[in-house]
């Protein structure tokens, strides 16, 4: 008998890819019925993404059910990808664009590896994996979503860092003609996200190639991206371009946007207040009511020793 | 005149209807959300067709089209109420702890605080009965509120924001365009 041990941090879901879950009728919003209604109203939606998204193999973690998966369409719909437009349905709208296929990665800084790696070689696609993570955006909304990709360890190490790095720098595409939005200036262009090594190594850490059974959709990051489940969505950056390895903190586009309300670390805090609106509290997509933000978004048991002795309102 | 102002609220209520029904709805992903946004932005715009009226009326000498000043004035009003109600209710839950926090600590919340008491005396005296009392020459004075209003609205949208977005300071420019048409009118006033 085989008797897995399941770890504390397992976001719970009993059989993720069953299709009915992903309709759940006891959602208060009938979300399936929203995607309908606002096609109606909304031509721009009517050029949602068609690319064929295909099966994924991965192993699945065996899990009872603790929190409601978000529903497809709401995680698939309601993004943040402002490379594509600011308003929430606009990367929907407007992805179709984007070509992730074929995909490669810059490597370069303080590896021994460098030079453009495909995607077929930075991810071993024999190894996939099912994580369900929270996923706490800074604006106080939130999400749970099962990831299929591998540990950002894993990945980290195929490029075998110097002893010297002690940061992990990535970047997003950003090509005009892939991307509507690029021309706006609500950001600097390229998209630019970080951790500290060990935060990179930590177990948590993941790199998704797909989600809910499927290659992820070009609106929530094709062909690749990070996902830090205990920090704020925005450092789970998008559409991989380029990874280094470095010695000095990487200056994130948030941060240099506004120093004042994002920091580098942006661990999910609740008590610690964005200076426009607290962060106490989060809208679960889906639901009435507001939930209590957690502490490291629930994780804190696993991250928490990452910031031991560390100021956190200072470093946020 | 009334349906075309009331379209928007319609609009809201026929979708919650709907979501509340487990029936297909345009209200998105986050609903509470749409809804707090829809207010706004549908009070901001009828503001600032309030301060249309005067101008466009005197350019085509249309004295008719004053009597929709007031009615744009209070529908904008209206928008502005149900735009805070959301707030205090889908938003805050009406945790009065958590929104006393918010009005004080963040400056957007304040400022948009203000824009609502600054024009609260405006559709409270809206009335002739009012106009009345007040005297023509202390009503007109205190309905110049609505500058205010007008300066403060785009700004708490703009500092709303994330990040330099165009679609706030659009707005902004309108109003500061409108105040602009009014000057010679209001410096005439002065020096009389």
């Not at chain 1, 490029?159 to 005009?176: G, S």
């Not at chain 2, 405006?122 to 205010?148: D, E, F, P």
């Not at chain 2, 994330?162 to 659009?170: A, H, N, S």
Request: aromatic content about 12%; some cysteine; hydrophobic content about 45%.
């Amino acid at each position: 008998m085989i008797i897995k041990k399941r770890q504390s941090w397992v976001e719970s879901e009993n059989s993720v890819t069953d299709e009915g879950l992903f309709h759940n009728r006891r959602n208060f919003m009938k979300l399936s019925g929203a995607m309908l209604g606002a096609s109606l109203l909304s031509p721009a939606l009517m050029a949602e993404e068609k690319r064929f998204l295909q099966a994924l193999s991965f192993n699945a973690h065996q899990t009872d059910l603790r929190e409601e998966l978000t529903d497809y369409k709401a995680a698939t719909g309601y993004n943040n990808y402002y490379e594509f437009g600011t308003a929430k349905d606009d990367p929907a709208a407007n992805v179709h664009s984007l070509i992730p296929k074929p995909w490669s990665v810059q490597v370069d800084g303080l590896t021994a590896k460098q030079g453009d790696i495909s995607l077929e070689d930075l991810i071993d696609f024999n190894a996939l994996e099912e994580r369900i993570y929270r996923l706490r955006c800074v604006e106080t909304w939130s999400m749970v979503i099962p990831w299929i990709g591998v540990p950002l360890a894993s990945v980290i190490k195929k490029l075998d860092p110097t002893p010297a790095a002690k940061y992990v720098r990535f970047e997003t595409l950003a090509d005009k003609k892939q991307m509507s939005g690029i021309s706006s200036r609500v950001l600097t262009w390229p998209y630019v996200e970080g951790l500290r090594l060990d935060e990179a190594m930590h177990p948590l850490a993941f790199i998704a190639v797909g989600m809910y059974g499927k290659e992820l959709p070009n609106q929530n990051g094709a062909p690749l991206r990070l996902v830090v489940p205990w920090k704020y969505g925005f450092k789970s950056i998008k559409s991989i371009v380029r990874i280094s390895l470095t010695d000095t903190e990487p200056m994130n586009s948030w941060q240099k946007s506004a120093s004042n309300e994002y920091g580098f670390y942006s661990n999910v805090n609740s008590e610690v207040d964005h200076p426009r609106w607290s962060q106490s509290y989060e809208r679960r997509i889906g639901e009435f009511s507001r939930r209590k933000t957690l502490m490291f978004n629930g994780y804190g048991d696993e991250v928490a020793s990452l910031y031991d002795g560390m100021d956190l309102r200072k470093y946020f | 005149m009334h349906t075309v102002f009331a379209l928007p609220l319609c609009y809201l209520i026929i979708n919650w209807v709907l979501l509340l029904s487990y029936e297909a709805h345009s209200l998105g992903f986050n609903p509470q959300e749409m809804t707090h946004h829809t207010t706004g932005d549908w009070a901001l715009r009828f503001l600032l067709i309030t301060l249309c009226i005067s101008p466009i009326a005197r350019w085509r000498s249309a004295r008719g089209l004053m009597a929709y000043r007031r009615m744009a004035g209070l529908w904008s009003f209206v928008y502005i109420v149900l735009h805070i109600l959301s707030y205090l209710w889908l938003e805050k839950f009406f945790d009065w702890h958590e929104i006393w926090g918010d009005i004080v600590k963040r400056p957007y919340i304040t400022i948009g605080m203000i824009t609502f008491l600054s024009l609260l005396p405006l559709a409270v005296t809206s009335t002739s009965g009012w106009i009345k009392r007040l005297g023509a020459a202390k009503w007109q004075s205190l309905h110049r509120l609505i500058y205010l209003a007008a300066l403060l609205a785009p700004l708490h949208f703009i500092m709303m924001r994330k990040g330099w977005q165009i679609e706030p300071r659009v707005y902004a420019i309108l109003a500061l365009v409108l105040i602009a048409a009014r000057m010679p009118i209001i410096l005439r006033h002065r020096f009389k």
